[in-house]
């Protein structure tokens, strides 16, 4: 029954213990994190996790792979099991990190809800496809308008290629790790937050050569313009309207794929 839900979402399993041993150490993440696993799968990835983390929270939305987490760790103190979806599901208040093989289909909406959240994560690894991560990153010569949204506060970088036989099934894409850095000290203040993200979403919209910019222009040009005000706003209730389309119609595949 899962892997027909895990066709649906996209998803490819990593097998290579000392491959993920090997990333995890040089992710960034600490004994003393708390870390959040996004689409756990069977738990090759957990247990890496629970290694070098005195908490980890594995969130899947499966309720058999859930289960079979639970059986394989026992009852690690270490360890909160969530059967739920990302979307759905409250981020920690506290600070924390992720390191997740995500679901292909939904790898914008999580990085948004990530990345927007009043709390972001201080560092994420993510197993994306490559030309997903390519179009959150400003290195590109076209910038996408996520990019320049997430510039002033988070540096992103592809830390890692898989080969495609990494992964089970084979995907028929090139996947590989991005790891997001919140920065220290944000390129733009707090109080200026919505006033760039409106400029930004302004422009997009209105002009789409602005890709071309330098990434650092958009913060030495953004403006307090009328015009831009609730761009922003706008743009994320049109973003949760196909959100919610995107689910409605992967719900209604899964309901006649199963029964």
């Known amino acids: 029954m899962f892997k027909t839900r895990r066709k649906l979402l996209s998803q490819n399993f990593l097998g290579n213990k000392a491959l993920i041993s090997r990333l995890i150490n040089g ?3 600490l ?3 708390t870390v959040l696993e996004i689409g756990a799968g069977s738990g090759i990835i957990t247990e890496g996790l629970l290694s070098v983390s005195r908490k980890v929270i594995a969130l899947e939305i499966d309720k058999a792979l859930s289960a079979q987490i639970g059986s394989r760790f026992g009852n690690n103190n270490a360890l909160e099991i969530v059967c739920g979806n990302f979307l759905d599901f409250d981020l920690p208040k506290e600070p924390y990190k992720v390191f997740s093989n995500i679901p292909f289909s939904i790898t914008g909406e999580i990085v948004k809800r990530l990345l927007f959240s009043d709390n972001p994560p201080n560092i994420c690894n993510l197993i994306v496809q490559k ?15 996520l990019s320049i949204l997430f510039y002033p506060w988070f540096e992103m970088k592809i830390s890692h290629i898989f080969k495609r036989t990494d992964f089970k099934p084979i995907p028929s894409v090139n996947l590989c790790l ?10 733009v203040p707090a109080q200026d937050v919505n006033k760039f993200r409106d400029y930004v979403v302004y422009k997009y919209t209105k002009c789409r050569s602005v890709g ?7 913060v030495n040009s ?6 831009c005000r609730g761009s922003f706003a ?3 209730s049109e973003q949760e309207k196909l959100v ?5 119609r992967t719900d209604r595949n899964w309901r006649k794929k199963i029964f």
């Open 27 to 29: 992710s960034g993440i």
């Open 31 to 33: 004994w003393n994190d």
């Open 131 to 145: 030309e997903a991560a390519e179009k959150f990153m400003v290195s590109q010569g076209k910038k996408s308008m």
């Open 178 to 187: 991005l790891q997001i850095v919140k920065r220290s000290t944000p390129l």
């Open 212 to 218: 071309e910019w330098p990434a650092v222009q958009w």
């Open 222 to 227: 953004y403006t307090k313009n009328a015009r």
């Open 234 to 236: 706008k743009w994320q």
């Open 244 to 248: 919610k389309i995107h689910r409605t």
